[in-house]
């Protein structure tokens, strides 16, 4: 970000303007014409874009409307809920480097436990952090530097990584900004006592599973991030997060059980159980058993009302032929559809097109694979915990 435009949202002309901006009607593009006519274009695009930024933050942080943000920063920040989760770990402990703060949600969630260095190399943002710092409960320092010159003498440090740097998101960490190996080997020299890297959803875990421990975060049944817990921060080897429900768990990775005959009720583990691979030991200690060859999905009789499992009554269990699903659909009157690939079932999208509905009976497809064939899970998409299936490919 430029410097002058950081200078002049934090400065009184700037917030006075942006309240002016908060009460203009109409669209984006609109409310810029407008403002270009008494200020110059770069005020007015940077008055523009932090009011589009603060939209997109409020979703997901208390605060969003005060801070001063970029749109491009909003987009990246952790969820307030997700920041307070991954803070809670560093109870206790201080001085705590948040390395590349960005905008500062992070940093804002980590000072309610301890004091915070906020690092950020960008001139602009450190403007903004500064600003959005300033009435941390706990002292808050910031520092404008590169990670590589200018580390803060720190026992613990946290850092979330920009996933974006060429303008596309990234899953692999040593692509990030910076990459995880500099981290790593920062922390092995041993400038910290423990280390938090947050992560992408999609991180290879091969990649990082020896480094420390990883906890995989859910909100809203959607999986948000991955965190990798190094030295003295790391209380184990794989961990799911359910912040928004209460629930963490900690237990035997890729568990293997004996594939059994479908039940009454279909329960499919949060996104973050299933990428962690703690699915099995979670499914084996709630005494359920996986139905399909690729255990993504578990049955039992009753509902299991577990944040970590959301259950749907099983109406119908098919081979995937489009001639049986069809007539599945017309003689039990289904519809609308949605459906889920789970391990080597179907695209949902290719499965759903053609099929006629005009039921009055909602039905979810699980496509999988049992005894080696394609078949279909058909279930009532009542959740026992947790939201809706995401409609994908809806009819």
Not at 270 to 280: E, N, Q
Request: proline content about 8%.
């Amino acid at each position: 970000m430029e410097e002058r435009s950081a200078r002049f949202l934090v400065s009184t002309e700037g917030r006075s303007l942006a309240r002016d901006l908060d009460t203009m009607e109409g669209g984006w593009d609109r409310r810029l014409r407008r403002l270009r006519k008494t200020l110059p274009s770069w005020q007015a695009a940077a008055l523009v874009d932090q009011a589009r930024g603060r939209m997109s933050l409020m979703r997901r942080h208390p605060s969003g409307d005060r801070l001063f943000v970029t749109a491009r920063g909003a987009a990246q920040s952790s969820s307030a809920l997700a920041a307070s989760w991954r803070a809670r770990r560093f109870q206790g402990l201080g001085p705590i480097a948040d390395l590349g703060a960005g905008l500062g949600i992070d940093a804002l969630a980590l000072s309610e436990n301890g004091p915070v260095v906020a690092v950020e190399r960008d001139p602009g943002l450190a403007i903004l952090l500064r600003e959005n710092l300033s009435r941390t409960p706990n002292p808050a320092l910031t520092i404008r530097a590169h990670i590589e010159e200018g580390v803060p003498e720190t026992d613990w440090a946290f850092c979330d990584p920009d996933r974006r740097p060429g303008g596309r998101r990234i899953s692999d960490p040593e692509e990030g900004s910076p990459p995880l190996s500099l981290l790593s080997r920062f922390f092995n020299e041993g400038r910290w006592e423990g280390l938090a890297v947050k992560l992408a959803p999609a991180v290879p875990t091969d990649l990082v599973g020896d480094l420390g421990e990883l906890e995989f975060v859910s909100i809203g049944r959607e999986l948000k991030e991955v965190v990798l817990w190094m030295g003295d921060l790391a209380r184990g080897r794989r961990r799911v997060a359910l912040p928004d429900r209460g629930f963490e768990w900690e237990g035997p990775r890729d568990t293997v059980l004996p594939v059994t005959a479908p039940g009454a009720f279909v329960h499919r583990p949060d996104p973050a159980v299933a990428r962690s691979g703690l699915a099995g030991g979670l499914a084996a200690e709630l005494g359920v058993l996986p139905l399909d060859d690729d255990q993504r999905l578990y049955t039992s009789d009753e509902a299991l009302g577990h944040p970590a499992f959301k259950s749907m009554p099983i109406l119908a269990v098919t081979t995937a032929s489009r001639r049986k699903v069809q007539a599945l659909v017309n003689d039990s009157a289904l519809g609308p559809l949605t459906a889920t690939r789970c391990g080597r079932g179907p695209s949902p999208e290719q499965f759903l097109k053609g099929l006629r509905s005009r039921g009055r009976t909602p039905a979810h497809f699980f496509l999988t694979t049992l005894g080696g064939r394609p078949h279909v899970v058909v279930a009532h998409p009542h959740a026992e915990s947790g939201r809706d299936e995401p409609k994908t490919g809806a009819i």
